[in-house]
């Protein structure tokens, strides 16, 4: 079940290469994402909040070399997956009206779809590392062909960023791997094992290297320059799979792999990790702030936000051994988590939002050169203000309960990092105010009179995340259930 | 008088001799416009090779052998090597076919002599075969003299084209010079051990001066380090795969290369292993040289040929961590599985070079643009090549590399910096590789007609393409193939 969810959007993309019709391979792309969707839904409603690692899949795939196919959801792969579905089929929604090599695009995606898909459900190091590294291709060919101005520096910085920091992690894969007994690269086995426990020379070494990969793909700083390129200059379905899955790959990694393989070492950097990600705030809100490219304002503003979810795992890591601070610990993960769900959602929809007005009415995207919009299209003002409103954390809405989480977790364990951290709220709050000011208020730009407000399938492409918003904002329970679960039992190990 | 059950062994290299023959002879019979038919015997005899190789395979149960008094090994890991040689001088043939019927359209490229082109690459395909199983100094000489031979002559084949001609003299010069020093290196090891035989040396080779041993290795290694372009014996390398005819350069990176691994692997890893050098330390050193020399010198080139030229010589670094870890389950099959992969992919990426060379009359990589409009099957087939040559999953070349660091961190942890040589050198040769799909996919096409492969040049792009994308996807039956040829190695 769980692996028909997984293969369905490729299948789909290998079908529609048979067809030359236009409406035919969007129907399929549509229909393969739309049913892999379903499946997963079907999968949520067998999914036991309570279990563990569950709907496992299992399979002999390279057992000369201890490698298998193995897959499972839990409550920290499941959220994410269902991101991945959602965020998946409202690209190709919003892709619609692409006519430039369609059928190579809406492949891509499907290929994309699948990949990430497989680095959330993957259970078996080998299998995890192919999608992993899967996802890098289509999405160099989706910013190199159908991107901005300078999409071929973009696509390829993207592509050797990554590719440093795959190779290192796959370094420490193999580390892992030769020090277990006996070896596998299944993960919860090497989890249980924690065989480079005892050579803690060996461990930094392997676990820099996942932090280099996953740190790269957060991105934290000062390993983010890729990240406002690669979004300004990504197609807009690009650019909200980009932020709205691709770096949650990296925030992923560090609470599924480094937090459980590495707590000792994890712990020792636990602080300076923390800065970092302090850092990744404060300079994400200040850049944010500069920018007069809508597109790269939201770019940095993701840079900001990943830093919120990096404080909550370090503040996790720097609790280790010490059972007093679980319950904070816990908190902080759980924030964590639910604040990848968030800005999925919310960053998601605002880079929509951004292309709705640049790709299909005004062609632009300076900041100051709007004015005024809020009454000459008014779902659009209100959508986009909602969704801004959310990023910067309005209570009642999905960002505020993710931080407040983050923040609530992390003050039990390093009171004054997290302290520090809260000035990157008030920074990004401004910045967002500030720019809802810039756009929508004021006197109206004689020079937008004709635009039109959004369309029936711009309108289905949003209004689901929009009310996500709201509806996770006012009552978070049943998805905070899911992943306190998961969470809970990280701590747990981690004690 | 050597038994005459011996004979039997040797049933693939008679074989082969005689098919070299029997080729000479078609090519007398046909006529000068249906030369291919030659290709096609030859690649339908190799084939036929491969019946008694695998009957070889099943009866070596008991373990390795070695006859003709040992001379000449039969073991695992000679059986992999002719199978290996078998198939690449297959699919090359195939290609040539095709490639010559191209090439005869433009008058310099134009070559009477078909018919004797495949003869002398199933002759070179007999040297592979016995150099990779000698384990005698004199008849690995002989053998790898007679590689060289017919190469030289292959490189030089298009005789009205000035850099055929080029190609094949400075092949000549440079394989001739490495081959003096080389012999050089075997007398002087002969005189020291007072045998030819590696077998004999392996046992002798610790009671010998050290400094007349490093003297003789370092000789060796010349004429081993020519042969699969390791750094610093790769000048050669570029001139001559640019000048050649495409084929034949897709030759030289697999068929000579794998043959020369052997050849190095079985006397360092046989012969002078035991004398207590420290090779790992020398081939490791070698082998990051040989990455980075060769990817940062890959990067500003424009000919596809010259750029693949480069590449060769950096995966030559890449299998060179395999011989520097050799020992240990994945160590001792790490070359093998690499050098297995690396044949697909860079036969594939050669013949669509062949494809688009004879089709364009050029092989600069600008004029790639828009591949994947005028020809969307073979862009995606080149895309393919070039990622299995980075190393993205989950293509063959993904599964070579991660074998490969396998075998150097399961050797000992002071290879890690191999490791992390290996890692840098992987993304900075991402950047060109991909350089020729950002012209295929990203850059539209200066002129829009449709590019056709002819069949049998399709049929030998598909079947690598295949390979490449099954063996990254399902390697489990390499990896027990190449594990059962190692064990055997002694």
């Given at each position: 079940m769980l692996s028909l969810m997984l293969f369905l959007p490729l299948a789909g993309g290998i079908l529609l290469l048979f067809f030359r019709n236009p409406r035919a391979i969007r129907g399929i792309a549509l229909g393969a994402s739309l049913l892999s969707l379903y499946v997963a839904v079907v999968l949520l409603g067998r999914f036991n909040p309570r279990g563990g690692m569950q709907l496992v899949e299992s399979a002999t795939w390279i057992p000369s070399v201890g490698i298998s196919y193995t897959v499972g959801l839990d409550g920290l792969s499941l959220p994410l997956v269902l991101l991945t579905q959602v965020l998946s089929a409202v690209s190709i929604v919003y892709s619609w009206r692409v006519e430039l090599r369609l059928k190579e695009y809406m492949f891509l995606l499907l290929l994309l779809q699948t990949a990430m898909l497989g680095v959330f459900v993957a259970l078996d190091f080998f299998l995890f590392y192919i999608f992993w590294e899967v996802t890098l291709v289509p999405m160099y060919f989706l910013i190199g062909i159908w991107g901005g101005p300078r999409k071929e520096y973009a696509a390829i910085k993207f592509f050797l960023f990554t590719l440093v920091g795959s190779l290192a992690m796959l370094v420490g894969i193999l580390l892992l791997y030769f020090h277990a007994q006996p070896r596998t690269f299944h993960v919860l086995s090497l989890i249980q094992q924690q065989p480079l426990a005892r050579d803690l020379r060996l461990a930094t070494i392997a676990f820099w290297g996942f932090f280099l990969s996953f740190a790269i793909k957060v991105p934290m700083w000062p390993f983010h320059t890729w990240l406002p390129d690669a979004h300004v200059e990504a197609p807009t379905a690009g650019s909200v799979i980009l932020a709205g899955i691709l770096l949650k790959l990296g925030t992923y990694g560090f609470v599924r792999f480094s937090l459980p393989l590495f707590p000792q070492v994890f712990q020792q950097y636990a602080h300076l990790i923390a800065i970092l990600a302090l850092l990744g705030i404060i300079y994400g809100a200040l850049v944010s702030m500069a920018q007069m490219d809508l597109k790269k304002l939201v770019a940095y503003s993701s840079v900001n936000h990943m830093g919120y979810v990096m404080l909550g795992v370090a503040a996790a890591a720097a609790a280790y051994g010490q059972p007093a601070k679980a319950a904070a610990a816990t908190t902080a993960l759980n924030g964590a988590v639910f604040e990848m769900v968030a800005h999925g959602v919310i960053t998601g929809s605002l880079f929509m939002i951004v292309g709705v007005i640049y790709d299909y009415r005004a062609h632009t995207r300076g900041v100051n050169e709007f004015g005024g919009l809020g009454a000459l299209l008014p779902v659009y003002t209100g959508i986009t203000t909602i969704a801004m409103l959310a990023s910067l954390g309005l209570p009642g809405l999905m960002g505020f309960v993710a931080e407040f989480l983050i923040f609530l977790g992390s003050f039990g364990v390093f009171p004054a990092l997290a302290a520090t951290g809260l000035v990157g709220i008030v920074i990004t709050a401004a910045m967002f105010l500030w720019t809802i000011q810039r756009i929508f208020?004021?006197?109206?730009?004689?020079?937008?009179?004709?635009l039109l407000d959004l369309d029936t399938r711009e309108l289905v492409a949003l209004v689901p995340l929009v009310a996500a918003m709201v509806i996770f904002g006012l009552y978070p329970r049943p998805l905070l259930e899911i992943i306190d679960t998961a969470m809970a039992a990280v701590v747990a190990a981690l004690r | 008088m050597p038994p005459v059950g011996d004979l039997w062994t040797l049933a693939p290299e008679l074989w082969l001799a005689a098919l070299g023959l029997i080729l000479l002879g078609v090519d007398l019979l046909v006529g000068q416009g249906s030369k291919r038919a030659v290709g096609w015997v030859a690649v339908g005899g190799l084939l036929l090779a491969l019946l008694p190789t695998g009957g070889l395979a099943a009866s070596l149960q008991g373990g390795a052998r070695r006859i003709f008094f040992d001379t000449y090994a039969v073991d695992g890991f000679a059986i992999f090597f002719k199978v290996l040689a078998l198939l690449a001088t297959a699919l090359v043939i195939l290609a040539s076919t095709d490639y010559f019927r191209a090439a005869a359209q433009r008058p310099e490229d134009a070559s009477r002599f078909e018919g004797e082109f495949y003869a002398l690459l199933v002759f070179t395909s007999l040297g592979l075969v016995l150099m990779a199983a000698s384990a005698d100094l004199i008849l690995l000489a002989l053998s790898i003299e007679l590689v060289s031979l017919t190469s030289y002559v292959l490189a030089g084949y298009?005789?009205?084209?000035p850099r055929s001609n080029e190609a094949g003299l400075k092949y000549f010069l440079f394989g001739a010079a490495a081959s003096a020093l080389m012999f050089y290196g075997f007398s002087i090891l002969y005189g020291l051990t007072g045998t030819t035989s590696l077998y004999v040396i392996a046992q002798k080779v610790a009671q010998v001066p050290r400094p007349a041993l490093m003297v003789s290795l370092a000789l060796m290694l010349a004429g081993f380090g020519f042969k699969i372009s390791m750094v610093p014996f790769h000048q050669w390398t570029p001139d001559v795969y640019e000048g050649a005819p495409t084929p034949v350069a897709a030759f030289l990176s697999v068929g000579s290369k794998a043959a020369g691994f052997a050849v190095l692997l079985r006397v360092v890893?046989?012969?002078?292993?035991?004398?207590?050098?420290d090779v790992v330390t020398l081939v490791a050193v070698l082998s990051a040289v040989s990455m980075f020399l060769g990817n940062l010198l890959a990067l500003p080139q424009r000919n596809i040929k010259r750029m693949l030229a480069y590449s060769s010589i950096s995966h030559a670094g890449f299998i060179l961590i395999g011989v520097a870890a050799f020992g240990g389950p994945f160590g001792n099959s790490g070359l093998l599985v690499y050098l297995f992969t690396y044949m697909f992919f860079t036969l594939g990426a050669f013949f669509v070079a062949a494809l688009i060379g004879a089709r364009l009359g050029s092989d600069e990589i600008p004029d790639y643009a828009g591949l994947s409009q005028r020809g969307p099957g073979l862009a995606f087939l080149m895309a393919l090549f070039m990622l299995s040559l980075t190393g993205i999953p989950p293509t063959a070349g993904f599964f070579a590399k991660f074998y490969i660091f396998a075998a150097a961190i399961e050797r000992s942890p002071a290879l890690l910096w191999l490791v992390a040589a290996g890692v840098i050198n992987s993304v900075i040769s991402l950047y060109y590789y991909v350089g020729v799909i950002r012209a295929m996919y990203l850059l539209p096409p200066a002129d829009p007609t449709p590019i056709r492969g002819p069949s049998a040049l399709r049929a030998a792009l598909w079947i690598t393409g295949a390979a490449t994308l099954l063996l990254g996807l399902y390697p489990q039956p390499l990896i027990v193939f190449a594990r059962t040829a190692s064990l055997l190695l002694p």
């Open positions: 208020l004021g006197p109206p730009n004689p020079r937008w009179k004709g | 298009l005789k009205g084209n890893a046989v012969a002078i292993a035991p004398s207590g050098l």
